[in-house]
């Protein structure tokens, strides 16, 4: 599913499973905040080896520029998707009934040498880490996109002072 069709999806994201998604929508949301089309697939290292390595073989021929990789407990998508492009691979572990996430964490953070995966956090600030740290790899080689991240970090300083000022007004006694 192309989620941006304006032009070619520069991110590719994939999920082990479709449940995976209402877990990890915000990394499709942080893409979006920057305008930077992606893709969306659901794969599976176990069931559809051949296919997951079909698309990374062909990603960078098909415009993907970042491949984020989704999975739950064994987790193996991110590796096999590195094993198979040169591209950039942002693991992002998704949380699971039985661990909790950290059979998934495990699962992703834990390559061998010579293939290199980037792992996010389980839970809450991962997947949105998981498209913004998409952003920042494309942002090395697009000055536009490089602008607007300097512009939303200089507003994340701007929300913290005003909500510091705000907290501490809060704590003033009358």
């Not at 997947?127 to 991240?149: H, K, W, Y």
């Amino acid at each position: 599913m192309s989620e941006n069709n304006a032009s070619t999806p520069r991110v590719g994201i994939l999920m082990g499973s479709d449940s995976d998604w209402s877990k990890i929508h915000a990394c499709a949301a942080a893409l979006q905040e920057f305008q930077v089309p992606y893709e969306v697939h659901v794969m599976s290292a176990h069931r559809t080896p051949d296919r997951v390595a079909e698309y990374a073989r062909s990603a960078h021929q098909r415009g993907l520029q970042v491949i984020i990789a989704a999975a739950g407990g064994a987790a193996h998508l991110a590796g096999v998707v590195a094993a198979h492009t040169t591209l950039p691979v942002i693991g992002l572990p998704v949380p699971t009934p039985d661990l909790g996430g950290l059979d998934s964490l495990l699962s992703t953070v834990q390559m061998p040498g010579d293939v290199p995966v980037a792992c996010m956090a389980v839970g809450m600030g991962g997947p949105r880490n998981a498209g913004l740290f998409a952003v920042q790899i494309l942002a090395v080689a697009d000055s536009g996109l490089q602008e607007q991240f300097v512009q939303f970090k200089s507003k994340l300083v701007e929300k913290i002072i005003a909500k510091d000022t705000q907290f501490r007004q809060g704590l003033r006694p009358e």
